[in-house]
Every structure is written in C-alpha cells, then in structure tokens.
Nanobody, 118 residues
Framework: QVQLAESGGGLVQPGGSLRLSCAPS?????????MGWYRQAPGNQRELAAT???????NYADSVKGRFTISRDNAKNTVYLQMNSLKPEDTAVYYC???????????WGQGTQVTVSS
C-alpha cells in the first residue's frame, strides 16, 4: 500500500523557516501528475498551500506567495515545501498530496503539525 511519509514540521517563531518533505513508499500504480501540500487549521476547511505538477508548474495560495517554495524530485516522487517568513496564521496541519491518473487517485499523508508562535 502506498504511504506518504511527511517530515519537517514543528514549532517555529514568527519569521522563522521550516522545510517539509514528503516521500512516498510502496508502488504507485498510476501516472503521477502532481504533488502538493494542503493545510488545515483548527475549525477550518483544508486549503491548498502549494502544488507542483510533474512538469514543474507551480500553484500557490495567495497567502503564501513569496514566502513558500514548492519543489520536487520526480525520480523519487518526493516533494518539498520550503516555508520562510512564517506567520502565526500559517499554523496548521500540513498534508502531503500525490495525484495520479489512469487510474485517478489522490493519496494523502497523515499530516504534520506546523506551529508558528512566540
């Protein structure tokens, strides 16, 4: 079974940085089209933070543009999220996502907590 292993979350002060990593294990049966990070704060809906297609096209939430950078290693289907200038409103559980086609499947990680606080 495919598992998405996330790492890099933790507690950081405002203005600090964290780097999240997501590495899949197991056999991915479909064609990977995109990977990304979604986040969910308590009481809120899960929202897109950043995604990157297998072709390198990126998409960012307006709230993180200029501060977050998503990158990937397609050979390993590993995705990273460099988070700089972190703000308290970035506090959330961050979930890794991997999307395939043929078949179309969305894989999700278990989530990693990011807390930005003084």
């Amino acid at each position: 079974q495919v598992q998405l292993a996330e790492s890099g979350g933790g507690l950081v002060q405002p203005g600090g940085s964290l780097r999240l990593s997501c590495a899949p294990s197991g056999s991915i049966r479909g064609i990977v089209t995109a990977m990304g990070w979604y986040r969910q704060a308590p009481g809120n809906q899960r929202e897109l933070a950043a995604t990157i297609t297998s072709g390198g096209v990126t998409n960012y939430a307006d709230s993180v543009k200029g501060r977050f950078t998503i990158s990937r290693d397609n050979a390993k289907n590993t995705v990273y999220l460099q988070m700089n200038s972190l703000k308290p409103e970035d506090t959330a559980v961050y979930y890794c996502n991997l999307r395939t086609m043929f078949p179309v499947v969305n894989y999700w990680g278990q989530g990693t907590q990011v807390t930005v606080s003084s």
